[in-house]
């Protein structure tokens, strides 16, 4: 039973968003689709000492045009040295923080990429590799894409020759599951909660926050903190 996930690239992505790339065969970053501002395309949050703070990746945004997010640029070439100062200063205290400190500064002082897609690849390879998640990475781009908003994750499905689609728990609202069952795809749907605490800097405690505060505060430890570990 070959079981897959199709979800667009976010920026270092919450635990969750790893937990669901652990739980599958196939990750498939969904990137032809709609950049969307304000999103979690290309920003997250990290713990700070006067609360949560937004990390953003600036992109070029058209407005009004269609633009997919494998279509989205940066617009400062400055953004990844100082994110990366950023980062440092806030989880340098954090007790793993020295294990991976070599691992991100050359993520962020080395990244020549100009594209959002594949900034994001980057750091979620990187990431995976770091909790040893050995999931296949693929791109929707790989796949020919049907019309219609199910019939194109369950085109792929088919194509990827997937048994098993797993969804966050949003897609509830659009996705066709009568019409998986034509395609003869099983669909389950991710459970975000019961999340387990772990040591944060700056309580209170909050779960939505970028993985790279769990990598920095619990170390080789993380992965004990992500459910389908346990299943």
Known sequence: ???????????IPWKGYFDLINAVDEFVLYDDMQYTRRDWRNRNKLKTPQGLKWITIPVDN???????????VVSDHDWATNHWK?????????????NYE???SDLYLSCNDLHLSKINFRFISAINSILGIKT?????????????????ILGICRQAEADVYVSGPSAKTYFDVSLANNYGIHVEWMDYSGYPVYRQLYPPFDHGVSILDLIFNEGPSAMSFIQSVNK
């Open 62 to 72: 058209k407005g009004k045009y269609y633009q997919k997010i494998n279509e989205t």
């Open 136 to 152: 296949k990475i693929s791109w929707s781009s790989d796949y020919v894409l049907e019309e219609g908003r199910t019939e194109k």
């Open 1 to 11: 039973m070959k079981r897959i996930a199709i979800v667009q690239s976010n920026y």
């Open 102 to 104: 070599d691992i991100f």
């Open 86 to 98: 950023t980062v440092k200063q806030l989880y340098s205290k954090a007790e793993f923080f020295v």
